[in-house]
Structures are given as structure tokens and as C-alpha cells.
């Protein structure tokens, strides 16, 4: 995903569509029956140049037109055959194809989705898009319809070269001597189309998450009127990515067009010397039409091996990318052997000596030897300027990360003997930024608690105050509010994102700067409702407005990664420190 693994391409060959082997060999019947099948339909094919043979040798030298009837019967039963045998291969092999590829991509989700936040710090969403549908649709048509082309024509070409062989040595010397100045241009070739199929599903990848970023802005993007500049950022992008591919095209074009020269002028060479052997009586014509027709196979084979070589090279590529996905960990892990968390959790958090760098930012301390202990209950408030680290205790006491040095405990247990997903259930965040999805009001509220009833999530939406401007909505609760919830105010997604807290009913409350958005009305009814939600809660409380913050039971003041004040309201108006200029700012104390 970064620009290095972009750049670096080293391996040049189809090795990375093995690693597709073990999704193949889930489906062993299907796999086993689309062999068959496929088997079947070249063995019938090969067996079409000896009834050729046999009607112009002797069906057409007697004088019984029942002989040549029963020779054509066995040609019309020979397609019949072939017809069924192929319908079947295509069936399983297709099915083989799209079952594969629905496995991978409910596989790299699921990676996807554990992944820490310091993945997503450094990744565009839109080139992951891209991996999860270009990529996989390219694989599809690998595993599907081309490998199977492949194969069939490897089996198919084999078949005919020993067929040749049988039927006329001499002859089939021609061919076999062209077969090295085709397969190895074809290996050749087949690199270079890997390697720019990369750079063109890369560039392509590029392009997607501009477009991605650039559409979910696109208010954004008409109140700075920057259209212009945007459409050609991706046009640009998008021409590069056409270049690449048009690079790839050409090479699998110039592949294609020397190898099919290559064998229809080696069959013409043996088209000229065997019939010169049948005038001169050393072969009959029949012979040369089979052997004609086994070259013309081994040729078709070749040509269309030529073909699927650039196709399975560039389905390399895109296997590359999805398993260089599929293969990244998560710089956040599960304990072997996880300690046991009491459900419900007591609610006591600490951190010890905690220092802490976001990955992006080594350089630039965010956290230095922070220690803090909070009871089972307490309600604590955590103010301070921009950039002092407030919304980074969230981040680490969430585990999204892990601290430098340090411990950060829930209930006296280390977070990181913890699993995950069991401490973080005893969590409930109300962020600053709100993530809206694209889907019903009710699916937002209960995304907190998915599954639960309709009234359990309008008693939230009212103890939020959500349920009236809900209810207004066209469709009520079943209301789609807009990709990122666009069409809401800020004061709306807010009260749905506190609504989402209200029905998790987590011990431990962590509220974001949780009344930022909120008129006066709607702030006093919305803190009416944390009050009683508060109420036997561990909570801590983020907040520039310090009028959220007058009664809790603690304050503390965060400058440059550190606590440097701490107490109550009124303490912290004494001391005139940095909390006392705050308040004068805002409400003229101090």
C-alpha cells in the first residue's frame, strides 16, 4: 500500500496465483469434475482428425453411401459429445471462478476491517476499494474462463503434438522445431505484460481514491469552486493509468501477432512438404488431413496460449496486490492467552507513565510520561488548547493504539492482555466527528447495538433528544439519511451519534467534545439526558467549551502531551493557571 510496495516489482512471474490455491482446493468436487470435463472435451476434440482420416481414405474410395452416412454419424455423436462435455466445463469452471473470488473478498474485508487505525493512517480508502473490485473482478476472469483456456490448451496442444508425431515423425520435426521460437517469446513477453499491468492497476487504484476522496468532498469542493481543478487532476490520472495499460495492451498485441506467424507458417511448411509426399504416393490424403488437422490444433493451442499468457500475467498482478493486503497484520494484536474481563466492567482506568508518537509523526511527541487514575464512577473533564493530546487518550484507551512506553489499565487489568473487542464493549464514544451512514435513521442508532428493538431504539433517540426531528423526517425512522449524513445539520448527527452511546449502555462513557454542534436548546435538553446517562458511569468528558465541564467531579488541564493542572472548577479558578485564563476567555472569570 505505500508508495515502496507501489514501486518495487521484482518478482516477474506467475507465482503469486499460486497463493489462489488453497480458495481452489476448498472446492475439491467442483475442481475435480471441471477436470473432467475438461479432459473429456479434449480427448473428444482429438479424436475428430482420425474420423476425418478414415472418411477420406475410405469413405470416399467404395461404393456404399452407408459407409460414409455411418462415418458422419460418428462425427454428429463425436459434437455431441464435445458440446455437453464443454457446456459441463464451462459450468464448473465458471462457478470455480466466482466462488473464488467472493471467498477473497469476504477475506480481505474481514482483514481489512481488523486492521489498526495506524494502517488507515498511511492507505487511501479508494485504492482499497479498488483492490476489493478491480483487482478481484481481474482474478475471477483468471481463475474462471482463462485458466481454464490455459489448460485446456496445454492438454489440447500436448494431445495433438503426440498425435503428430504417431501419424507422421518426419513432419511433425517442423513443427516441434518452431515450438522453442514461440514459447520462449511467450515467457518473455508474458514479464513484461506483468509488470505493466501492475503500474496500470496501480495507476488505476490512484485514480480511484482521488475520485473516492474527491466525491465524498464535493461541497466542499463547489464552495472553493475547484471543479476544474479537480477533473483534471483526474483526468490526469486516469490518462496515465490508460498509457500504462495501453503499454500492456501493445506487448500481449505484439506477443500475439509473432506467435500466430510463427505456427500458421510452420503448418504452411508442412502443408507444402506433405503434399508433395502424397503426389509422390508416400503418404495418403488422409493421413495429411489428420496430421493437418493436429498441427492446426497444436497451433490454435499455442496461439491461444499466447493470448491467455498476458491475461494470466496480468491476473498475477492484481493477485499480488490482494494478497499483499490479505498478508498485512494489524500493529494492534490479541494476547495468546487473554486476561478475563469482568462484564460489567467496575469502570477504574489508568494510565502509567504513557508516552506515546502517532506512527505519521514520530518526530513530534503527542503524549510524555502521562499519568492519570480514574475511579469506578468518576466523572473527569480533560480541557486544554489544540493539540495537547486530549483526543489521543481516547484513541490509546480505545487501543486504536499502543503507547511507546507505559501501561493503560481498565479495572487494574494491562489493555493489551485484553482482548479487543471484549474491553472495548464496555466502551461507549460519542466523537466529535460523527460518521453518518448511508442507511436509516434506526440502522444509525443501532449501530451501537445491532439487532435490538425498535423501541429500545427510540427510547434512546428521545433520551438524546432525536426522537422529534426524526419523527418530522418523511419516513420517520426508516428515513435514509445520506451517504455521511448529508442531509442532516451538525446538531442533528450529533444527537444520533449520543442516542448510539445511550443504547450501547457501556460502564465507561467517553464523550468527544459530545455538545459542540448543539444550539442552546437542544445542548441543555441533550445534557439533561448525559447527566442521567453519567449517573454510576465512569465518564470522560473532552471539551474547548468549558460550560460541559463545570460539574464534573474532576478537571484536568493538558498542555504539550501533559497533565499540568488538576481539580475542580472552582479549584482551578484559584490557582490562575492556565484553566483560569481559559475561563476568563469564555466566561470572564478569573
Known amino acids: 500500500m505505500t508508495t515502496e510496495s507501489k514501486k ?37 476434440t482429438l479424436t475428430l482428425p482420425m474420423a476425418v482420416r478414415r472418411v477420406i481414405d475410405h469413405g470416399f474410395t467404395g461404393s456404399d453411401p452407408a459407409l460414409v452416412d455411418s462415418y ?18 464451462y459450468y464448473f469452471v465458471i462457478w470455480i471462478g466466482e466462488r473464488i473470488v467472493a471467498d477473497l473478498r469476504n477475506d480481505v474485508f474481514a482483514n481489512v476491517t481488523r486492521l489498526s487505525p495506524e494502517f488507515f493512517d498511511k492507505s487511501h480508502s479508494g485504492e482499497i476499494v479498488s483492490r476489493l473490485t478491480a483487482d478481484t473482478t481481474q482474478i475471477k476472469s483468471a481463475v474462471g474462463a482463462t485458466a481454464s483456456v490455459a489448460l485446456r490448451n496445454v492438454i489440447l496442444g500436448l494431445g495433438a503434438l503426440m498425435m503428430m508425431i504417431y501419424t507422421s515423425p518426419r513432419l511433425s520435426l517442423i513443427v516441434i522445431a518452431a515450438i522453442p521460437l514461440i514459447v520462449l517469446p511467450i515467457v518473455g ?6 509488470q505493466r499491468s501492475r503500474a496500470a492497476q496501480n495507476s488505476l487504484a490512484d485514480a480511484t481514491a482521488y475520485a473516492s476522496e474527491s466525491i465524498s468532498a464535493v461541497r466542499t469542493m463547489q464552495a472553493f469552486t475547484n471543479g476544474s481543478h479537480v477533473r483534471g487532476r483526474f483526468s490526469d490520472a486516469v490518462d496515465f493509468a490508460f498509457d500504462a495499460a495501453r503499454l500492456a495492451v501493445r506487448t500481449r498485441a505484439l506477443l500475439t501477432g509473432f506467435a500466430i506467424f510463427l505456427i500458421f507458417a510452420s503448418i504452411v511448411a508442412v502443408l507444402w512438404i506433405g503434399a508433395n509426399d502424397v503426389l509422390a504416393g508416400d503418404m495418403s490424403g488422409g493421413t495429411l488431413g489428420q496430421f493437418l488437422l493436429y498441427a492446426v490444433f497444436a497451433g490454435g493451442a499455442l496461439g491461444a496460449l499466447s493470448e491467455v499468457w498476458g491475461e494470466l500475467s496480468q491476473a498475477a498482478g492484481s493477485a499480488e496486490r490482494l494478497i499483499e493486503l490479505l498478508g498485512t497484520q494489524s500493529a494492534i494484536t490479541s494476547p495468546a492467552n487473554p486476561a478475563i474481563l469482568a462484564k460489567p466492567a467496575k469502570g477504574e482506568i489508568a494510565f502509567e507513565k504513557v508516552s506515546f508518537n502517532y506512527p505519521t509523526r514520530p518526530d513530534q511527541p503527542t503524549l510524555e510520561g502521562l499519568s492519570m487514575a480514574i475511579k469506578p464512577g468518576e466523572t473527569v473533564a480533560i ?14 484507551l480505545l487501543r486504536f493504539y499502543d503507547p511507546e512506553s507505559g501501561k493503560i489499565k481498565l479495572d487494574n487489568i494491562d489493555i493489551k492482555n485484553l482482548v479487543e473487542d471484549d474491553f472495548r464493549s464496555q ?13 436509516s435513521a434506526a440502522d444509525n442508532i443501532s449501530y451501537s447495538k445491532p439487532n435490538t428493538s425498535k423501541e429500545n431504539v427510540i427510547s434512546a433517540a428521545k433520551a438524546a433528544n432525536a426522537h422529534d426531528f426524526i419523527e418530522k423526517m418523511p419516513e420517520g425512522y426508516e428515513t435514509i439519511l445520506g451517504e455521511r449524513g448529508v442531509t442532516l445539520s451538525g446538531g442533528q448527527r450529533q444527537r444520533l451519534a449520543i442516542a448510539r452511546a445511550i443504547l450501547k449502555d457501556a460502564p465507561v462513557l467517553l464523550l468527544d467534545e459530545a455538545t459542540s454542534a448543539l444550539d442552546a436548546e437542544s445542548e441543555k435538553l441533550v445534557q439533561d439526558a448525559l447527566d442521567h446517562l453519567m449517573q454510576g458511569r465512569t465518564t470522560l468528558i473532552i471539551a474547548h467549551r468549558l460550560a460541559t465541564v463545570l460539574k464534573a467531579d474532576r478537571i484536568l488541564v493538558m498542555d504539550e502531551g501533559k497533565i499540568i493542572e488538576e481539580g475542580t472548577h472552582k479549584s482551578l479558578i484559584k490557582k490562575k493557571g492556565v484553566y483560569a485564563g481559559l475561563a476568563k476567555l469564555q466566561f470572564g472569570e478569573g
Do not use: E, H, N, W
Request: hydrophobic share 55%; net charge positive; proline share 5%.
Open 8 to 44: 518495487t516489482d521484482k518478482s516477474t512471474s506467475l507465482r503469486p496465483l499460486a497463493k489462489l490455491f488453497p480458495y481452489i482446493f476448498k472446492y475439491k468436487l467442483q475442481v475435480a469434475l471441471a477436470i473432467f470435463f475438461l479432459l473429456l472435451a479434449a480427448i473428444t
Open 72 to 89: 458422419f454419424t460418428v462425427l454428429i455423436a463425436i459434437a455431441g459429445l464435445l458440446a455437453i462435455a464443454s457446456a459441463y466445463r
Open 189 to 194: 513477453f508474458g514479464r513484461k505484460v506483468r
Open 383 to 396: 480541557v486544554g488548547p489544540s493539540g495537547a493530546g486530549k483526543s489521543t487518550i481516547f484513541a490509546l
Open 427 to 439: 466502551i461507549a464514544l460519542v466523537p466529535q466527528d460523527t460518521m453518518i451512514f448511508a442507511s
